[in-house]
């Protein structure tokens, strides 16, 4: 059959073997679809609006803002905000995965500990407890001292040196998160099928190896992007350090503003900087994500590069490699 | 006691006298839903035993209770001699730290019915994985022995794909080659080709059988009556939690004492 017929057996679907030839491609009518263009139409109307807003509204005040953007001052924040989130979800994932294992553990001690800890900081509003750390020295005192429970101290810190105001916002923006991250981590680890510790089980793999090498890797896909959120989420949560004092993007826009009496070219400074920054964790949740796609799907979700040369190909493949096959009869 | 004592079959592959594995009075509940109530068997090295019976019946239980994946109720369980789960000490049973239940396990294969491969783990990777994490070899001895294995189950190709990337037959066989690269001195089968398209059962049937006729000791649930009476030594026939019939694999199944038995392969074959 595929002698009589040389298209078919390569990349012929239409081709079978008790087939003598395959019909011809279907050319339909497209549908009509007016609602797509009206919607299109009301959508363009706006976007020009908006552009024209940005345009010609002279409180944007453009040339402040480039005047702007890049001031030492405003720089100088930036990378305490970055500091802030780094610090605060570096905590916050080291702290989540260790409150989500003993949360699982069958250690009744330390899950109802998890328990409680997750209770206490969700239950609280974050703005508090930063206030809260803020003002710690008036709760424990001048001193903190580090030595046995209930018995002599060995060091001695001056509580108030100690925690800074930043410091006390990377604790209480930190501790707080832990108790989100640890839902999340929980949520991953339960996704794992049972059969795969029952696995590691059965070749003789103790409990901290098989959670460290079989379902944490696995849990990650699910961790992945909700972390990505709360990633996010911190970087403009920090702007929250602000009210003790933090010289963080918001606080030195709100300085700014106080010293130029111009609000809204300031504002604008901040979101652009929050803007940069959330675009470029989204870019690296994406990277991360594929990386631990890694055996769960037969292909790895392309890169947006190896999309647009796909793209490219495609089209070009539809222009001019797609002839149907069996518009000649074959003899049969 | 329902059991009956298993008559010894000649020349097939099975008959060293020394218990590999003995289970005497084994009672298991879920809650309050008794499973195991009363089952004694003895699979001596080299056997191949299977265990038959309708879904139930307790035969998985059974099967998992071995390597203390499950814990007994009551009764004991021994492999080659070691009690499972259990130090005996002045008649009294301590539980084990689970630092021995691991080291247990480490000479008792298991191979399930959904296969359980490591989803992020290439086919090598699999197999390596306990090798060097549990007995601590070294990379290439590990990887040397993985190809070996590999090659034994017929997929030497098949070193780098993903388990998505294998047919069900090909992942159970890589899930036997990663119990085998353990060095087992016992291989547990939990209904390994359940999960599998009719046409994929014979490759993980034959590598079976060929590890079977290297002597291992296996014990195999299986609802595979052709298997279990062509590669069985002996045959336990379950049901509600004991064993109604057990004996030589080609009797119990050409001709089964018990009218349960009876009725149940009647249905099956």
Redesign the interface.
Known sequence: MTEKNPAAGTDDVFAAPDMPFAPAAIRAVPVRRPGRWISAAILLVFVLMFFNMLAFNKNFGWDLVRQWLFWHTIVQAVVVTLELTVYAMVIGIVGGVLLAVMRLSSNPVSSSAAWVYTWFFRGTPVLVQLLFWNNIAALVGQQIGFGIPFGPQFLHLNTNSTITAFTAAVLALGLNEAAYMSEIVRAGLLSV?E??T??????????A?IMR??VL??AMRVIIPPTGNETISMLKTSSLASVIGVVELTDASESAIHLYFKAIPFYVVASLWYLFFTTVLSIGQYYIERH?A?????NLPPTPFQKLMRMNLSFRRRAYTYAPAGTEKGPS | MTTISVPQSDGSPGTADRPAVEIRDVYKAFGRVPVLQGVSMTVREGEVACLIGPSGSGKSTLLRCV?H?EKIGAGRISVHGQLVGYHEKNQRLHEMH??DV??Q??T???V?Q?F???????ALENII??PL??LGKSKDVAVAEAREHLEKVGLSDKADN????LSGGQQQRV?IA??LA?QPKLMLFDEPTSALDPELVGDVLAVMRGLAESGMTMIVVTHEMGFARDVGDTVAFMDGGVIVEHGDARQVIAEPQHARTQAFLAKVR
């Open positions: 099928d059969g795969q029952e696995a590691a089980a059965s070749l003789g793999m103790r409990r190896k090498r079989i890797p696995q631990y890694r055996g769960s799907s037969r | 390597n994946l689970d630092r691991a080291k396990r480490r008792i294969g298991m399930f959904r359980n491969l490591f989803p992020h783990k290439t994985e306990a994490q549990v993903y388990p998505t990337q899930a990663r119990a353990m």
